[in-house]
């Protein structure tokens, strides 16, 4: 088993010469494992591809990337991706830190993990166990444990507590040799954030660590100044790619809140507003069945009419179930509190949410469901 360590360096004379005794005096707790170090330095200013030349002669399993220029955090990675794959064969890749705020005595616990064949081992510091340090300054914990939670939330991954540790071991075959670099988002620290949605959506088996996160105190930050943005773009971008059919779904879903808002309104000023609910939410579903066909869910659309017609039985079918229990709960209403516009409009309302969880579950995993 082959086991590449990816470490990028600028500025971080001082931190190998600790770094390197220590990470190799773990290598001999697995035996039938052939590490190997590579490093890959962002144009560093001080001695430090000299101290690793250095080690070179001490230890035979170090290797090294000289770049011409800082092409960040993530641009430095991938190379060490490639190299590891192309020239050193790897079957798992470590990232981990140069400045011992990935402390060595943790590394023992990721590697214990790839014989029970993880395809993505996360240093956490956010599960039991683990931890940030107490010097960090309030604002810094805010940022980095709440950046996490709202990834998690947004992307809907809950399972996964630390979303930015560098300190991870990934399979090469079926998953790192499966992706295409190329499209990663970011060439800088959030590159970390774009791997692991990749990875996840894979279908990957994780696991999560404990580690004790240290502090720097020597070196150069490889932080850059434009990480919380690039990590939001990130983000975003993904929360978009993974949501696209729902956000249609609900832009649709407004277009349908508005023609049945709009006839419930004009027929409600002639007949009881339960009928008129009815009568209204037959045009609306009427014109949320074309429009998601045709929009939200085009890359699953129905186009003949022979399936056309049995598919828009059963939305008509789910759809109006919401919509009778609208009627019903506006009755009630108004049996309580009174024939009013408020009160009518209330009871619509808190339909329609209840509308728009139920339509998109029956929809996406029903209607039109992914072949």
């Keep these: 088993m082959k086991i590449s360590i990816i470490i990028p360096t600028y500025n971080e004379e001082e931190n190998i010469k600790i770094l390197i005794p220590l990470l190799v005096a773990k290598f001999k707790e697995f035996k039938n494992y052939d590490f190997s170090i590579l490093f890959v ?6 001695r430090t591809v000299a101290v690793v030349k250095s080690l070179q002669k001490d230890f035979k399993n170090i290797f090294l990337i000289e770049e011409e220029s800082k092409s960040g955090l993530g641009g430095a990675y991938i190379k060490g991706y490639i190299y590891s794959m192309d020239k050193l064969k790897a079957d798992y890749v470590v990232e ?8 060595p005595d943790d590394f023992p616990k990721l590697i214990s993990k790839i014989k029970d064949d993880y395809d993505l081992i996360i240093g956490s510091r956010y599960i039991r166990g683990g931890s940030v340090p107490k010097e960090w300054a309030l604002n810094r914990k805010f940022i980095s444990y709440f950046g996490s939670l709202f990834s998690r939330i947004i992307l809907r991954i809950m399972k996964i507590k630390d979303f930015t540790s560098g300190f991870r071991v990934t399979k090469v075959k079926g998953i790192l040799d499966q992706l295409d670099l190329t499209q990663i988002k970011s060439k800088g620290f959030a590159y970390k954030m774009d ?5 996840y959506e894979m279908k990957a088996k994780i696991v999560e660590v404990p580690i004790a996160f240290g502090l720097r105190d020597r070196g150069t930050s490889k932080m850059e100044k434009k990480n919380f943005r690039d990590s939001l773009e990130v983000v975003l971008y993904f929360a978009l790619q993974r949501n696209k059919n729902f956000i249609k779904f609900v832009i649709v879903g407004f277009g349908g809140l508005f023609t049945d808002l709009l006839i419930f309104n004009l027929l409600s000023l002639k007949i009881p507003s339960s009928t008129s609910s009815l009568i209204s939410g037959i045009f609306a579903l009427t014109f ?7 929009w939200s869910f085009s890359e699953r659309q129905k186009k003949r009419l022979r399936e056309i017609l049995p598919i828009f039985i059963v939305y008509a079918t789910s759809s109006y179930i919401p919509i009778i229990l609208r009627s019903y709960l506006i009755y009630f209403l108004e049996s309580i509190y009174g024939d009013s516009l408020i009160v009518s ?12 969880i139920w339509n998109f579950t029956v929809y996406s995993k029903i209607i039109w469901k992914k072949k």
């Design 96 to 103: 981990m830190d140069a400045d011992l705020q990935h402390n």
């Design 288 to 294: 949320t069945f074309l429009m998601n066909n045709f």
């Design 345 to 356: 409009n209330a009871g619509f309302l808190i339909g329609v949410v209840f509308g728009i």
């Design 195 to 199: 791997m692991l949605i990749r990875i």
């Design 41 to 46: 330095d962002g144009n560093s200013r001080d």
